[in-house]
């Protein structure tokens, strides 16, 4: 019966302290999200981490953490693409003309979260929005195809 008893306490605790609360983290959901994060991520490396709060830490980390996900799943969607189309023309097209992305693929963490900042800063109205569609406007702007 006494586990019982816990149940309401732990519904308050949830209610009162979410999980973003209790850990600090900023939640990437949108834009202006994945933007402070990178913010942080950039004057933590090209300062010193330690200069920034345990807040900024996190947030800094989430900002790495998305961008190297969506560069991950980017490259790997190309990858099958191409392999797809050599399969579909039995290896006698040329993969070129079917480029999804025209991404540089050695792009650094740091240099991707730079380029957004830029892109962002040139482009306001497009900061607002779903963050992964700020990431690839940012590189479809950065590397156009033809």
Same mark, same amino acid.
């Given at each position: ?38 913010? *942080? ?7 010193? !981490?330690?200069?920034?709060?345990? &807040? ?9 953490? *998305? ?9 790997h969607?190309? #990858?099958?693409?191409k392999? #797809? ?11 070129r003309? !079917?480029?999804?992305?025209c ?10 979260? #730079?380029?957004?900042l830029?892109?962002? #800063? ?9 963050? *992964?569609?700020?990431?690839f406007r940012?590189? &479809? ?6």
């Amino acid at each position: 019966m006494r586990r019982h008893a816990l149940f309401p306490l732990c519904l308050l605790a949830i209610f009162l302290f979410p999980a973003s609360a209790i850990a600090g983290i900023n939640i990437i959901t949108d834009g202006p999200s994945l933007l402070t994060s990178c913010h *942080y991520a950039l004057k933590g490396l090209d300062n010193d !981490f330690d200069e920034l709060s345990p &807040e900024q830490q996190n947030d800094s980390f989430v900002c790495m953490a *998305y961008l190297g996900g969506i560069m991950g799943a980017t490259h790997h969607a190309a #990858r099958l693409a191409k392999l #797809r189309y050599a399969q579909t023309s039995a290896g006698k097209g040329d993969q070129r003309d !079917f480029n999804l992305y025209c991404i540089n693929w050695e792009l650094k963490h740091h240099e991707l979260a #730079r380029l957004l900042l830029r892109y962002a #800063r040139r482009n306001p109205d497009n900061v607002y929005g779903p963050a *992964y569609k700020l990431v690839f406007r940012a590189l &479809e702007d950065a590397y156009p195809c033809r």
